[in-house]
């Protein structure tokens, strides 16, 4: 009797566990937008995190080294014996010295230095750049305890760039920073990361190859060697072949099965890419994800994916206004790459970059970028330091915070919201305020710099009525000093402290009374007017 028992019910529970295993697989992702739409393309985790950390490093490090100017674009510009604009292949003239109506064609700035250190390109190309890349000081757990303590939520490499050398452990291309030197700098930074309880991010560059190396052909660039400088094709034919959309989405499906990072984001020129393999990567690494049990990010440029599967991103740029959905900027604190004579910013300059971003609804992605050899620069060490001290006393209203009513107010504003809109050099001042908020009763009043005398917000006027409540109290997020304010129908002062926390922005937190409401139940509120 048990038996004819346990038999119906193995049975049954089989039927059970396969429907389940059917169910599942119907509810993965197909590659097709219109089943894309059921991602979750902005996850909590990413709205809160605010700040993240990727790193310009490789070969094109150790190109920069003896120029003067940086050329993050090496691989590209090497192989300009002439200077042609890439886009229509015309070669630019320049005028002849002395000469009225005359030009001339010249090479590149980077053609000219490399065959002055290395000698011509077609002796000694990228290739051979490549086999020069010695990262004999990288330190991955150095790297992720800076990263951590700078404040960043999530950091991760560049894992491949436009010279199409995979920093990773990869069986797909034999152009890999494992096999010429030893180190998988993917997996080392991947385990350090985590360690410290950050999310880990990797970069993409590589769709853009296919245009970076076009040149190539005419120097040392050969069948052989098509893996790396891909196939050969004019300098204006912008339609990659088969074997490289191939190649582009194995590299990514690599990644994602042997590193499964929180947030893949992607360089321009995917958008050119043929729609199937873009469609074929996305459904794939949320697929993967559900697998996982993440939530991850994918971040891209222009018109890359649709936005409903993920965060759209402004080159060292942002809009000049609050935007919806989550979007997010990424910038350096000097150039791209390695440079011999780098000029980082000052700490507060990337502070107020930060609380800008954040008040409009973004995150900010930073770059670092370390020395050929693979340690951080002192001045770039010291810059993490003190914005991560920053955030340590008033990274309250920026994690996990949302952008108010409005961003913001104050003399300065950006004057047209956009990609690379930093080149505007923009200052701000103490009567700049920034805004963010967490819930219904916590405002967060960003002072840009530091105040020499009393702080005036007009925003907050009662005569606006854009509190949502009474302030019941505001204190100044680092000190321990009592806040002295008024609130009247032309703004909200706020007395200047008698010293300041910090010689950057100032976070004023600011309470408001949790106001009951009366008679939800029925109930006699007690001094209601009969009929109201």
Known sequence: MLKQLVKPLALALSLTFLAAQSASADESFKPDWQSLKGVNAIPDWFKDAKFGIYTHWGPTSTANIG?????????????????????????????????????????????KKHSEMHGHPSQFGYKDIIKSFKPNKFDAEAWAQLFKQSGAKFAGPVAIHHDNFAMWDSQVTRWNVKDFTGIDVTGELKKAIEKRDMKFITSFHHAFT????????????????????????????????????????????????????????????????????????????????????????????????????????????????????????????GAWYYSQNAKFVEPNELVDILIDIVAKNGLMLLNVPPDPDGSIPTEMQQLLTKMGDWLKVNGEGIYGSRPWTVFGEGPTRIRRGGHKIEKQKIKYTAKDIRFTQKGEDTLYAFVMDAPTSDIFIETLASRFTVLTSKISKIELLGSDQPVQWRLNDKGLTIKAPKSVPNTMALTYKISLYDEEEVGIGGEDPGNAVDGE
């Open 210 to 333: 296919w245009v970076y190396y076009a040149n190539a052909y005419k120097f040392d660039a050969t069948a052989e060697t098509a893996d790396l400088y891909t196939d050969e094709h004019a300098l204006t034919d912008f339609t990659p072949n088969k074997k490289f959309h191939d190649r582009w989405l194995a590299k990514l499906k690599e990644v994602i099965d042997n590193y499964k990072p929180d947030v893949i984001w992607f360089d321009w020129w995917v958008e050119e890419l043929d729609e199937e393999y873009r469609k074929e990567f996305v459904a794939y690494y949320y697929n993967q994800a559900k697998k996982w049990g993440k939530e991850v990010v994918i971040n891209y440029k222009n018109t890359s994916f649709p936005s409903h599967v993920g965060v759209l991103d402004y080159e060292r740029g942002r809009p000049n206004k609050t935007k919806s959905p989550y979007w997010m900027t990424d910038t350096s604190p």
């Open 67 to 111: 120029l003067e100017w940086p050329a993050g674009w090496y691989g590209l510009d090497l192989y300009m014996d002439k200077q042609y604009d890439w886009k229509t292949g015309k070669i630019r003239a320049y005028p002849v010295a002395g000469q009225p109506g005359k030009t001339q064609s010249r090479p590149s700035y980077v053609f």
